[in-house]
Each structure stands twice: as C-alpha cells, then as structure tokens.
Antibody, heavy 115, light 107 residues
C-alpha cells in the first residue's frame, strides 16, 4: 500500500524556519517525481515545488522561490521542504504528493502556522 | 504562468443529477497534463482524472473528463451523495504546475 506521511509542521514566528519531511512507503520512491502542495485555511490548493526522481530538475512557485528548498534522499525514501524566512501568508497545511499522471497519492498533510 | 479559471464557483444540484464543471486555461495545455481532483472537508485531495480523460484507479465511471487546448470539462453523471465536494483542475505540463480555484458542488 502506497503511503506518504508528512511531519515537521508547527507554530513558528515570522522570519523563522521549519523543515518538513515526507516519508514514503509501498513503492519504489526513487522512481517517482514528487511535489509539495499547500492549502491555506479556507482556501484552494497551491502547488509550490517539484523535484525529479534523482533531483536533477527542481521547480518552485514564485511565492516561495528563494525561501524554500525542496530535496530528497532516495536511500531514506524521504522528501523534504526546508522553509526559511517564513511569513504569515505561508500558514497552510502542507501536503507531499507523488506525481504520476497527476498527483496520484497524497499524504495527510502537516499544518504550519506562522504567527 | 498558466492561469486556470474554473466555473461555476458553486454548483447546487441534487443527487441523481449531472454536474458539468469547466476549467479554462490562459494558454494551451497539453491534454497529457491536465488533471482533476476531488477534496472533501478535512481530507487530502483525491485524484479523479489525469491526462484530461483517464480515470484514476478506483474512480467510478460516472466521472468523465474531456476537452483540449484551453477548455476542459469534468462531468459527473448521476450524482451520488458522496460526490458533493470541491473539485480542482490542475495543469502539470508547464511549471509552475498551477491549480484552478475550485468548484464547489453542493446539495
């Protein structure tokens, strides 16, 4: 069974940092591209970052470029999002998702509050 | 950036009716890279349709997708009570991989 489990969210002050993790199981993690998507309270989905299977290709949304860094460790079946210079508008639930013909599997999300 | 616009914002229907949701792109999107998701309150989104018209695993055939270029459609035939939710389209062919603002289908 495919599972994605995020962790690392919490309450942080503006200007602070957090590192989110997403541990994958039930599939060959190194074979898949991965993304992070967030959802602010009561709002829609916002795609924020993509990483290819061996980290050769990385993309960011303009809203996080220069502040967030996506990475992965295929040996640990793990995806990461390093978030620096956090702002109030970064408050959201952060989801990791596998990309295969759309985002076919999602984690349960980890909440981040910047206040 | 490809901007996706969804209409209507809210669709009020009854079980058994058909829902037709629209997703319009600011520039052409390859049909290979257009997806639809369903999200219920407190849950992660669920992939319904990928590559414009292919149903994801386990998705009932009352859900169908179509379109091309800049205009795409999600159709839900014979709405079931569990179908009422928010639906998002997404393009994942050109970064940033943008989502539309969503259409809420309520009873």
């Amino acid at each position: 069974e495919v599972q994605l489990v995020e962790s690392g969210g919490g309450l942080v002050q503006p200007g602070g940092s957090l590192r989110l993790s997403c541990v994958a199981s039930g599939f060959i993690f190194s074979s898949y591209e991965m993304t992070w998507v967030r959802q602010a309270p009561g709002k829609g989905l916002e795609w924020i970052s993509f990483i290819s299977s061996y980290s050769h290709t990385i993309y960011y949304a303009d809203s996080v470029k220069g502040r967030f860094t996506i990475s992965r460790d295929n040996a640990k079946n793990s995806l990461y999002l390093q978030m620096n210079s956090l702002r109030a508008e970064d408050t959201a639930v952060y989801y990791c998702a596998r990309l295969l013909g759309g985002l076919d599997y999602w984690g349960q999300g980890t909440p981040v509050t910047v206040s | 950036e490809i901007v996706l616009t969804q209409s209507p914002g809210t669709l009020s229907l009854s079980p058994g009716e058909r829902a037709t949701l629209s997703c319009r792109a600011s520039q052409s999107v390859s049909s290979t890279y257009l997806a639809w998701y369903q999200q219920k309150p407190g849950q992660a989104p669920r992939l319904l349709i990928y590559a414009t018209s292919s149903r994801a695993t386990g998705i009932p055939d009352r859900f169908s997708g179509g379109g091309s270029g800049t205009d795409f459609t999600l159709t839900i035939n014979r709405l079931e009570p569990e179908d009422f939710a928010v639906f998002y389209c997404q393009q994942y062919g050109t970064p940033p991989f943008t989502f539309g603002p969503g259409t809420k289908v309520d009873i």
